[in-house]
């Protein structure tokens, strides 16, 4: 392992069942290796072993040699690519070079905090400086001393990486070609999408400071966003999306397909999703070996499936926008199609399916069937039987003349050995594998006779010779072997090399049939993982009761006129992204934002949550998203910028101040009009006059920019300025008086509140009671002489500077607007829907906003190519179950259907329920899993195990539930059907009624005793004009 150059020199060897752990712990931790293996086959003794290089492993590209003949999959991690950073008029750039993919990608006119943000969540192989970053603002090459470079100085100062120069996207791809040892000439594909109109990507400490970026003690948007069972690759591409916000366009379209999602009513695909590094790696090596070839299947299957189903079809239109985005690749959704019928069905003529019959391995008397099942295992089951039928007859020719001999020259020695055999150290002897060597040999003891008679099995024993193995060397006193039995061992294994080698050729000339399909891939495999991620979105953002917001186009431009008919946003019923508003513990907020606010309120009051909620809701809502809120209406802002607070940076020789400023400097120079900012305790590090000077400043800049946000401040003196602004709102988080204490409500309001409650926080903290009343003692004195001012300059009252700022005197805690006399605020939590309860009657009424229904409907929603011109067996996703498996489906899917809606029928005479609900029955296959609308709504399940046994059961999370039961052993790919019903009550009384009653027709249940202490279903209930036969 020396390096990435061939004409090294290997230093060191690695056990070959070692070899990929080995490697992955390398490349993890960012070292590049060259693979050096030995030459298989026999060699002299005494002799060099041949070696060659087989190949390089580096970080985002995994070893793969060999696995075209392995039966097992390779992880392939997260791309590393190679990274270069140039600066210009425009800004700063980031070069992207993926070598496995052979793309790179171009992002200008980034700011330096944006440039930090990606490089601290973008893992990089190596980094490239270019030469114009020695040069900053001051024209100086001191980079990073003074303005603009620290920041990202800081960053790269404990990195290792290299200056280059010339034009920055051709010298970077000059660099790759060298450190990957290609050839000068090899093309690289550039993949940049337009940044025209695209959001700035988000601000390094808006990415902090809701979690986009790992940060101790901030809760985690991105882990909010996703059920905990989604995790890799959609996990990564929701975290790229937060970071670099789509086009409006675009976020259009991922709001559209969530919507879809959310409303579908049929099954879903399990969106088998490879990383697109793994599938140029394995094709172009020609290392795909089955297991690819099936997943590829898969993939392409999927599209296929969403192209076939009427409910999904508008879906997979709506995430051909996305996928170009994601993968630089615009693709029709014609040609995408009918790319994928061909892949499939290509893979599916070569290649042996899961779910095929089994390719049966030689069975032959007198040698163990763990002998050839090893041997032709390595081969067997591969590809499909009908291409290798010469290479399997020669096997089995092979396998019987091994048994032949076997037969004829250890049978009556192992015959003679069990003749005689003692349990006293008699002879022993048998016909033994021997699994480290793949051979057939006798083992034996003690069989050679004293004295040689002529008996039966004398000729054979003085035929047996030691075994040797590869090398030459005998194995061991107690294995023999025969000259005959050589011969035949030797011609078997012949036989399954040259099988092996035929499937082999097969899988490899695969490969290079995909090869020239690879964009299709690439591209088919993102938009199932954007498929998946955003499926998993729907599902826990239905789970947490959030919404879709209204995103609309911003009308405003910079110095035009404030349209607040058009240019707000509005977002009702906020909660804090990382409560579960579901469960009702979370404080909500209405903001109507037309301008920028200045907020005031008291310490733990929750300015900086609600400047956190906004923030995340906005980016959410730019992105397509759902949002924490009950609803919203958000422009499509094209930058998201939020400041809290900020810490000291030794390793840069700036003060928390300093920090600040730089932050403010990127913020106040790149905002527009069509900006959201956020910045909380605006110039708290500095001394008090000055830094309310800057922040009036700062406000004055900001309001003239006419830019949407908050500034939250405890420096009261920005009410006294003079500030020359128009637009800026004041408003407060609330307090109120509980036992002659103030309290926050942590609720917005307008007005502005003086009280900071910083005594009362100190102790809480466990601040010493003598400190906290000195303070107040100081605190008096300053406000005594604070009162004699304001009488000298007449200032009783309140007035208001050309600023439009209100400035108020009040001595009340918070001052709220004309009206509002009380300061108590009721709180509004989130609450789950009431679960329905049982009246005398068996169940309460049920508020239904559709009209009652006479019709009964039973829907079989199995896979079909509708639309597509061809049968769904050549090219839709099937997922057939057997004739027997199926025809239970359907009769339990009948009497399903018959018994629940004669019930509801029944409710509804009895008017315990206010509507009819229509019964309707969908089938969900054994690789299908429930849609999301399918969470939050009660539902009565019945799923067909392995032993053809019903299980009936209900819940109000269809997907939480069939992923608990697929997680059983044997489980894996159960089929279900279920019915969705009216209220939880109604579930439970449907669920007891099956239990109870369809045994009585027939079918056999494995949970029949759950319904034994129960009060319904119990009376009999026939089923006229219904086939249920089993």
């Known amino acids: 392992m020396s390096g990435l150059r061939s004409d090294t020199v290997p230093r060191a060897g690695c056990p070959v069942m070692n070899l990929r752990q080995t490697l992955d712990d390398l490349t993890r931790s960012g070292y590049s290796v060259c693979i050096v293996e030995e030459v298989q086959g026999p060699t002299q003794a005494r002799s060099r072993k041949g070696r060659f290089i087989s190949g390089h492993a580096h970080p985002g590209s995994p070893y793969v040699y060999g696995l075209a003949g392995a039966d097992l999959e390779v992880d392939f991690p997260e791309p590393v690519p190679v990274v270069g950073v140039s600066h210009s008029a425009k800004g700063y750039c980031l070069i992207s070079v993926i070598e496995t993919l052979k793309t790179y990608s171009i992002e200008d006119g980034l700011t330096e905090e944006a440039i930090v943000t990606k490089l601290r969540t973008r893992p990089h192989h190596h980094l490239f400086l270019h030469i114009s970053l020695r040069h900053n603002c001051t024209g100086t090459h001191r980079w990073g001393e003074f303005g603009e470079g620290g920041l990202l100085w800081g960053e790269c100062t404990d990195k290792n990486f290299e200056w280059f120069d010339g034009s920055p996207a051709d ?20 993949v940049t999408v337009s940044s025209e109109k695209r959001p700035q990507p988000l601000y390094l400490g808006a990415a902090t400071q809701i979690g986009c970026i790992p940060t101790e003690g901030i809760p985690s948007l991105l882990k909010i966003l996703l059920p905990s069972s989604c995790t890799g690759l959609p996990v990564i591409y929701m975290r790229d999306l937060l970071l670099n916000p789509p086009m409006y366009p675009t976020a259009l379209s991922i709001q559209e397909s969530c919507k879809l999602m959310s409303n579908i009513s049929c099954p879903i695909p399990e969106f088998t999703v490879i990383p697109a590094t793994k599938l140029v790696k394995l094709l172009e090596s020609k290392e795909a070996n089955h297991i690819e070839f099936c997943r590829i299947k898969n993939v392409v299957d999927d599209v296929l499936y969403l192209y076939g189903k009427s409910d999904l079809n508008p879906i ?15 693709i029709d959704c014609e040609s995408l ?26 069975s032959v008397p007198c040698i163990p069937g763990e002998f050839f099942e090893d041997v032709e295992s390595s081969w067997k089951g591969r590809v499909k039987e009908i291409h290798t039928e010469n290479a399997i007859k020669e096997v089995e020719r092979a396998a019987e003349s091994l048994s032949l001999a076997v037969t004829e020259d250890f049978l009556p020695i192992v015959q003679r050995v069990k003749a005689v055999m003692s349990p006293h150290g008699g002879p022993r002897g048998d016909i033994t594998y021997a699994k480290e060597h793949e051979a057939v040999w006798f083992k034996g003891k003690r069989f050679v006779p004293s004295v040689w008679g002529g008996t039966p099995g004398e000729e054979q024993i003085k035929r047996l010779i030691p075994a040797t193995d590869s090398k030459g060397k005998n194995v061991g006193d107690e294995w023999f072997t025969t000259e005959k039995v050589e011969v035949a061992l030797n011609r078997y294994h012949e036989a399954n090399a040259r099988a092996k080698a035929v499937v082999m050729d097969i899988l490899r000339g695969l490969s290079t049939e995909m090869q020239i399909k690879i964009n299709v ?23 947490r009761k959030w919404v879709f917001p209204t995103l609309k186009e911003f009308d405003r431009s910079a110095g035009s006129t404030l349209s607040w008919e058009n240019d707000y946003m509005e977002i009702v019923g906020l909660s804090p992204y990382w409560f579960d508003a579901a469960q009702g513990n979370a404080i909500q907020n209405t903001v109507k934002m037309h301008s920028l606010f200045i907020l005031t309120g008291p310490n733990g009051g929750g300015k900086s949550s609600l400047l956190r909620s906004i923030c995340a809701a906005a980016l959410l809502g730019i992105c397509g998203l759902m949002v924490p809120a009950v609803s919203a209406v958000i422009p499509h802002f094209d930058s998201i910028m939020l400041h809290m607070k900020s ?26 009009a069509r900006s959201l900012v956020l910045v909380d305790e605006i110039c708290r590090g500095t001394e008090m006059w000055k830094g309310t000077c800057i922040a ?17 401040t405890h420096i009261h003196a920005l009410f006294n300025l003079p500030l020359a602004t128009k637009n800026i709102v004041s408003k407060a988080m609330g307090t109120e008086k509980v036992n002659g204490r103030t309290k926050p409500t942590w609720k917005l309001i307008d007005g502005i509140c003086r009280e900071s409650l910083a005594f009362e926080t100190a102790q809480n903290e466990g601040i010493p009671e003598a400190i906290i009343r000195r303070a107040e003692e100081l605190y008096l004195t300053i406000k005594d002489a604070q009162t004699d001012l304001e009488k000298i300059d007449g200032a009783k009252g309140h007035r208001t500077h050309q600023s439009g700022i209100t400035c108020l005197y009040d001595r009340s805690d918070c001052l709220r607007p004309e009206g509002n006399e009380s300061s108590s605020f009721e709180n509004v939590s989130i609450k789950g829907t009431d679960i329905d309860a049982l009246t005398s009657n068996g169940l309460s009424k049920y508020e239904d906003d559709h009209a009652p229904h006479d019709s009964m409907k039973f829907r079989r929603l199995c896979v079909t190519n509708e639309g597509c011109g061809e049968s769904s067996t050549s090219s839709s996703h099937v997922m057939s179950l057997s004739a027997e498996r199926q025809r239970l489906l359907q009769n339990a899917g009948r009497a399903v259907t018959i018994i629940c809606q004669r019930k509801l029928n029944e409710l509804y005479v009895q008017k315990c329920i206010a509507a009819l609900a229509e019964i309707s029955c969908v089938t969900v296959d054994s690789k299908e899993q429930p849609p999301p609308s399918t969470i939050g709504t009660s539902s009565v399940y019945v799923l067909v195990r392995p032993d053809l046994k019903l299980y009936v059961g209900q819940t109000d999370d269809l997907i939480g539930r069939v992923r608990t039961h697929r997680s059983s052993e044997g489980m894996q790919d159960v089929p279900f059907l279920y019915v969705v019903v009216p209220g939880r009550s109604v579930a439970c009384l449907l669920e007891t009624l099956l239990i109870n009653q369809l045994p009585l027709q027939g079918f056999h249940l494995s949970n029949k005793a759950d319904g034994k202490h129960r009060n319904f279903g119990t009376c009999h209930l026939t089923l006229e004009g219904s086939a249920l036969a089993q």
């Not at 997979?316 to 615009?330: E, F, H, I, Y």
């Not at 800049?701 to 946000?709: A, E, K, P």
């Open 337 to 362: 199609v009918n790319e994928c019928r061909l892949v499939s069905h290509r893979i599916g003529e070569m290649i042996s399916l899961q779910g095929e019959r089994v390719q049966a391995t030689s």
């Open 171 to 190: 010298g970077l791809l000059c660099k790759v070609r060298d450190l990957y040892g290609l050839d000068k000439e090899e093309i690289f594909r550039n």
């Open 696 to 712: 009036g400043s700062i406000l004055e800049t900001l309001d003239n920019i006419g830019c949407l946000g908050i500034v939250s």
């Open 316 to 330: 997979l239109q709506s995430l051909l926008d996305p996928t170009w985005v994601a993968t630089g690749l615009k």
């Open 521 to 543: 891939l690439v591209y088919s495999s993102m938009l199932l993982v954007i498929a998946k991620a955003l499926f998993a979105h729907v599902s826990e953002g239905r789970r």
């Open 647 to 672: 810490y000291d940076s030794p390793a840069d020789g700036k003060s928390s101040f300093q920090m600040e400023m730089s932050e403010l400097r990127s913020i106040v120079t790149r905002a527009t």
